[in-house]
């Protein structure tokens, strides 16, 4: 089955700057990968998604890339926030007769103000 | 809001007993995802359905078990409760099997074994 693994497990950044999360999946079938942020107590809500036909996707302050033959995709917070502080995670599935959801571990990211 | 609700919101129960745990989808939403979220942990997917029928199982312990009715709520029974079971719920739906649309999540159900 798949396999997503999700990097670092912690991250913590200066309000301003950039982060960065990686994720790696292991089945080249898995065609659709989104991010979720969840922030404390509450429930993981989509924040952006990226198809496999599409190398990167941008919504204001945060990007995703997507690397097919590698098999990994990441996503990029620029400016920082201290809003942007929760638990982020990846997710690879595979669209068409067979639905499963594979999350990675998730990341989480503390902003310093 | 997401839509989708779950019930009951927290649930404090003894080792050895058995609860289930209840998932109204967002209307119109045929298939609907149970996830187990440990402390500190990620996203476990232990069970899918849609439109009724079983779609695709993770890492779901033979204690636990799930069902979609003909109204499309689901129920995630766990018996034989022990201690490790403790952890946070996560119901999700969405509303088509072939296409990469969104999954919403419930607010979760906390389950406290002790």
């Known amino acids: 089955g798949e396999n997503v693994e999700q990097h670092p497990s912690t991250l913590s950044v200066q309000e301003g700057d950039s982060a960065v999360i990686k994720c790696t999946y292991s089945?080249?079938?898995?065609?659709?990968f989104p991010w979720y942020k969840q922030e404390l107590g509450k429930r993981p809500q989509l924040i952006i998604d990226i198809r496999s036909n599409v190398g990167e996707k941008k919504d204001q302050r945060i990007a995703v890339t997507l690397n097919k033959t590698a098999k990994h995709f990441s996503l990029h917070i620029t400016e920082t926030q201290p809003e942007d502080s929760a638990v982020y995670f990846c997710?690879?599935?595979?669209?068409?007769?067979?639905?499963?959801?594979?999350f990675g571990t998730g990341t989480k990211l503390q902003v310093i103000p | 809001d997401s839509g989708v609700t779950q019930t009951p919101k927290h649930l404090i129960t003894a080792t050895g007993q058995r609860v289930t745990l209840r998932c109204s989808p967002r209307?119109?939403?045929?298939?609907v995802y149970w996830y187990q979220q440990s402390l500190d942990q990620g996203l476990q997917f232990l069970i899918q359905?849609?439109?009724?029928?079983?779609?695709a199982k993770g890492n779901i312990l033979e204690r636990f078990s799930a069902q979609q009715f003909p109204d499309l709520h689901s129920e995630l029974n766990l018996s034989s409760l022990e201690l490790g079971d403790s952890a946070l719920y996560f119901c999700a739906s969405s509303s088509t099997w072939d296409r990469d649309t969104e999954a919403f999540f419930g607010q979760g159900t906390r389950l406290t074994v002790v």
């Open positions: 089945d080249s079938a898995s065609n659709y």
């Open positions: 997710a690879a599935s595979q669209w068409g007769g067979y639905q499963k959801v594979t």
């Open positions: 209307s119109g939403d045929l298939s």
């Open positions: 359905y849609y439109n009724g029928e079983e779609r």
